[in-house]
């Protein structure tokens, strides 16, 4: 998908720590479709490239509206976005891509904690009320973007945790009928507490720093131990096409180890949430750390993300 220009119209201080975007087309004219659940790829004057969901409304083809949390300890996308963007700033953009649709059911559950509340936000206009609960949970009230927006539509449970604590997920969950859709967007903890009490539909993605873990951290977490696991040597990655073969030292990551032999390989976010870097698995058990794939694509083994992704054994042939 080809690269296309926007231009900031305007910025919006959304909450404490969150700075919103609108942004348009610099000649004026439509901005490509998107549906709830859909983010874009940005390319900020630095030329870093980040992700962030669509938050306005997918009928107003003249603006997109992004929220952007301000995190002081993260990779300086951000910081960027808080600092240096304003009125007029031309941005680059590919997409919009949707990797987290809304599927059609009879209800629905949304949990967002923090700016996780993003790509909920147009999933909940597009439904009718009385169809979905949402729970939002942040920091304050102050720190939770879009809280007066939510608070005037049915259904809507916001829970600022300097008041009122932390989102009361036992009482969320029980009795919850079994078809219901649930919807989570947020840091890695708030997902695994919603894993853990939630078999039915689930749909995931990750915001907030944390999950990948540690290379050299991963031998431990594979649980079926059937070709082995990743030994204190690393491991070994055939690159197809490349008709190369990289070594993954324990303390680095695949991708690294990638990028030496196929400088060009996509990647962006490096945390496993944005999918750029899916890579087609040929041989070989790989590992999977990222927040992408659903059950049946880990369980399959024929694809994964490299940029957090290690190897189950000591071999991974890669379609490279
Ligand atoms: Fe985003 Fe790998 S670069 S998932």
Same mark, same amino acid.
């Given at each position: 998908m080809s690269m296309?220009?926007?231009?900031?119209?305007?910025?919006?201080?959304? #909450?404490?720590?969150? $700075?919103?975007? !609108?942004?348009?087309? =610099?000649?004026?004219?439509?901005? %490509?479709?998107?549906?709830? @659940?859909?983010?874009?790829?940005?390319?900020?004057?630095?030329?870093?490239?980040?992700?962030?969901?669509?938050?306005?409304?997918?009928?107003?083809?003249?603006?997109?509206?992004?929220?952007?949390?301000?995190?002081?300890?993260?990779?300086?996308?951000?910081?960027?976005?808080?600092?240096?963007?304003?009125?007029?700033?031309?941005?680059?953009?590919?997409?919009?891509?949707?990797?987290?649709?809304?599927?059609?059911?009879?209800?629905?559950?949304?949990?967002?904690?923090?700016?996780?509340?993003?790509?909920?936000?147009?999933?909940?206009?597009?439904?009718?009320?009385?169809?979905?609960?949402?729970?939002?949970?942040?920091?304050?009230?102050? #720190?939770?973007?879009? $809280?007066?927006? !939510?608070?005037?539509? =049915?259904?809507?449970?916001?829970? %600022?945790?300097?008041?009122? @604590?932390?989102?009361?997920?036992?009482?969320?969950?029980?009795?919850l009928p079994a078809g219901t859709a649930v919807y989570c967007c947020g840091p890695e903890g708030l997902l695994r507490a919603v894993r853990d009490r939630w078999s039915g539909p689930l749909h995931t993605e990750r915001f907030g720093s944390a999950p990948a873990p540690r290379p050299g951290e991963t031998a431990g977490s594979a649980s079926d131990g059937s070709e082995g696991f990743e030994g204190p040597e690393g491991f070994e990655v055939e690159l197809r096409r490349s008709g190369r073969t990289v070594h993954v030292a324990p303390g680095r990551t695949l991708l690294d180890a990638v990028r030496e032999a196929v400088p060009g390989v996509a990647y962006s976010c490096e945390e496993g949430w944005c999918g750029t870097c899916e890579t087609k698995v040929l041989a070989g058990t790989p590992e999977h750390h990222d927040s992408v794939l659903g059950e049946d694509e880990r369980a399959s083994g024929t694809t994964m993300m490299i940029c957090v992704g290690r190897s189950r054994g000591t071999r991974l042939v890669l379609d490279l």
């Open positions: 296309f220009r926007l231009v900031v119209r305007s910025v919006v201080e959304e #909450a404490d720590g969150v $700075r919103g975007l !609108l942004l348009t087309d =610099p000649a004026g004219g439509d901005l %490509p479709p998107w549906e709830p @659940g859909a983010h874009l790829e940005v390319t900020l004057p630095s030329g870093a490239i980040r992700h962030y969901s669509l938050c306005g409304d997918p009928a107003d083809r003249s603006t997109y509206r992004l929220g952007v949390l301000r995190e002081r300890a993260g990779r300086g996308g951000s910081e960027e976005v808080h600092t240096r963007v304003g009125g007029g700033t031309v941005l680059g953009a590919r997409g919009p891509f949707n990797r987290f649709p809304l599927v059609p059911a009879d209800r629905y559950l949304f949990v967002a904690g923090g700016i996780g509340i993003t790509p909920l936000l147009p999933m909940v206009h597009a439904l009718p009320p009385g169809s979905w609960s949402l729970l939002y949970g942040g920091r304050s009230l102050a #720190a939770m973007a879009y $809280r007066e927006e !939510l608070s005037a539509l =049915p259904g809507v449970t916001l829970v %600022p945790q300097d008041t009122a @604590g932390l989102l009361d997920l036992d009482a969320a969950f029980s009795g």
